[in-house]
T-cell receptor, first 114, second 113 residues
Framework: AQTVTQSQPEMSVQEAETVTLSCTYD???????LFWYKQPPSRQMILVIR??????QNATENRFSVNFQKAAKSFSLKISDSQLGDAAMYFC???????????FGTGTRLQVTL | EADIYQTPRYLVIGTGKKITLECSQT?????MYWYQQDPGMELHLIHY???????EKGDLSSESTVSRIRTEHFPLTLESARPSHTSQYLC????????????FGPGTRLTVT
């Protein structure tokens, strides 16, 4: 079975600084997708960034980028120029190529301070 | 925000009551999902559907049931609520493609007393 591990229950970053959230996963499959989702307090979960396993190039979306290390099964999220609105729970998720089911990590609560 | 809706947003109900949590989406997505999320914890898939008249159990065992009679509607029912069912329930939907993003509803926070 696939597992997703987020080893940082909580992180804190100052506004305008950069923070990296860690995620590792375990799988025997070669075709899969990885996601970072953001869940703000009392608001809907939204997709932050997506990475296809077959792509070597790391995905980027504005201030958000990933460091995808396939051999190490690592998928970290870097948030640059952090903003107060980035404060949320961040979930790393793995999606199998066949069943299209998401497996989530336990989440990292990110605080952004002034 | 995505066009996926859940009602009610909050529900407090007594033990033994039958409840239905509603989920609807206006994006025409074939795939829909129900997740259970305890406070500060990860999401666990409890049910999913590939389309009308298709329902499957997820990775986490649940006493709830679901139905998919219309593409846009995916309700979840608990025949007899118990305190152990207290949790947040999130509905999601996605297009058919394997790499498709899942869009989440706002969730229903259920408390069974």
């Amino acid at each position: 079975a696939q597992t997703v591990t987020q080893s940082q229950p909580e992180m804190s970053v100052q506004e305008a600084e950069t923070v990296t959230l860690s995620c590792t996963y375990d799988t025997s499959e070669s075709d899969y997708y990885l996601f970072w989702y953001k869940q703000p307090p009392s608001r809907q979960m939204i997709l932050v960034i997506r990475q296809e396993a077959y792509k070597q190039q790391n995905a980027t979306e504005n201030r958000f980028s990933v460091n995808f290390q396939k051999a190490a099964k690592s998928f970290s999220l870097k948030i640059s120029d952090s903003q107060l609105g980035d404060a949320a729970m961040y979930f790393c998720a793995y999606l199998t190529g066949t069943a299209s089911k998401l497996t989530f990590g336990t989440g990292t609560r990110l605080q952004v301070t002034l | 925000e995505a066009d996926i809706y859940q009602t009610p947003r909050y529900l407090v109900i007594g033990t033994g009551k039958k409840i239905t949590l509603e989920c609807s989406q206006t994006m025409g997505h074939d795939k829909m999902y129900w997740y259970q999320q305890d406070p500060g914890m990860e999401l666990h898939l409890i049910h999913y559907s590939y389309g009308v008249n298709s329902t499957e159990k997820g990775d986490l065992s649940s006493e709830s049931t679901v139905s998919r009679i219309r593409t846009e509607h995916f309700p979840l029912t608990l025949e007899s609520a118990r305190p152990s069912h207290t949790s947040q329930y999130l509905c999601a939907s996605s297009e058919t493609g394997r790499r498709s993003e899942q869009y989440f509803g706002p969730g229903t926070r259920l408390t069974v007393t």
